[in-house]
């Protein structure tokens, strides 16, 4: 998808079976359907746009119209979608800042607890993440320690995941590297760089 992306074709979709391993829980499991799309020209700001219209077509389709209801919790459709910095949401509902989590490598753990909390009345659209959790995703203009990066979450499950993407090959190469150079310190496997997509970028 990424390379069709690269080699010119602005607008591209895909509904598929994604398989991903160790995720299975409470709320991840290993096997499931996905639509991925990407748009030539947006920035994840345009992405969260057009994940609400879908939502909102999706649901007045089946007949929802302007709410949903799951597990007895209601969602207003209607009302303007909340949107909350990722910082925001550690200020909020950790007991820690998001720096310190990230320093303490406890970032994932700490995200897990404040993720039952998100989206409780209205979608609720969690962004700018860490520039270390974002390893496909342009960095942020102005402020490179952030990620343009976002998930969506409604009564506290995260149901996607968007960005802008990294165009930059020198700056994707160097993130892939980092990343296998972790991976090969950790003593988990070690996946081959993707060099056809770094040089269709």
């Keep these: 998808m990424k390379r069709l992306l690269a080699s010119g074709y602005p607008r591209i979709f895909q509904i598929c079976r994604c398989f991903r391993q160790k995720e299975r829980g409470s709320r991840h499991i290993p096997e499931f359907t996905i639509l991925e799309w990407y748009r030539a020209d947006s920035d994840y700001f345009d992405m969260m746009e057009e994940t609400e219209a879908l939502i909102k077509h999706v649901a007045l389709k089946s007949g929802a119209e302007n709410s949903i209801n799951y597990q007895g919790c209601r969602i207003d459709l209607d009302k303007p979608w909340t949107r909350m910095t990722v910082a925001e949401a550690f200020d909020k509902y950790a007991s820690i800042s998001v720096d310190k989590a990230l320093s303490d490598g406890r970032f994932d753990e700490i995200m897990a607890g404040i993720e039952p909390s998100l989206g ?11 520039a270390s959790c974002g390893a496909l995703a342009k960095l942020k203009t102005g402020n490179i320690s952030l990620a343009e990066r976002f ?10 995941n968007g960005f802008t993407e990294l165009t930059d090959p020198k700056e994707q190469r160097a993130r892939f590297e980092k990343e296998l150079a972790h991976r090969k310190k950790a003593g988990e496997k070690a996946y081959p760089m993707p060099d056809k997509l770094i040089r269709h970028h």
């Design 120 to 130: 409780q009345s209205t979608p609720l659209f969690l962004y700018d993440y860490p």
């Design 151 to 160: 998930e969506l979450y409604i009564c506290g499950l995260e149901l996607c």
